[in-house]
């Protein structure tokens, strides 16, 4: 189950943006062989307020262009939260000339991985995780 919640107004959060994270976090998910039912929160936001959640949960004073919570709860099959920057998608997606769609996916991918323990803070995480982003993209048909 995804639940979405709208926070910008610079891009319409439509059906077919809905449908393109649930098949990304789906495709990421499968690609770790991960079969449980699972929750998942997914917000769209802007500059300002992921800037601000940027600074107070993580400690780093700008914007970016995803963030994820993942929750640490045995009791729940509550993966935890993807936080995404409509700012971002917009220019990121213009800056490496592919779609919003696209980027949009990406970066869930992204974000889902996280939420499964996923990280690319040393190098050899990093080269795992982007291998494992390059596979699901590929199968989601949305390569680069």
Do not use: C, W
Request: no cysteine; hydrophobic share 35%; charged share 40%.
């Amino acid at each position: 189950m995804i639940y979405f919640d709208n926070r910008q107004d610079l891009i319409e959060i439509d059906e077919e943006i809905e449908n393109i994270v649930e098949k990304s976090i789906e495709a990421a998910l499968k690609e770790i062989e991960f079969t449980d039912d699972y929750e998942v929160s997914v917000s769209f936001v802007g500059d300002d307020e992921i800037h601000e959640l940027n600074r107070d949960y993580r400690g780093v004073d700008r914007t970016t262009d995803v963030l994820s919570f993942p929750m640490d709860d045995e009791f729940t099959n509550m993966l935890g939260d993807i936080v995404i920057n409509i700012n971002k998608v917009i220019e990121q997606a213009k800056e490496y000339g592919h779609s919003e769609k696209r980027e949009i996916s990406y970066l869930t991918v992204h974000s889902s991985l996280h939420l499964m323990g996923f990280d690319h803070e040393e190098e050899e995480d990093k080269k795992e995780m982007r291998a494992v982003e390059d596979r699901v993209m590929e199968k989601l048909e949305i390569s680069r």
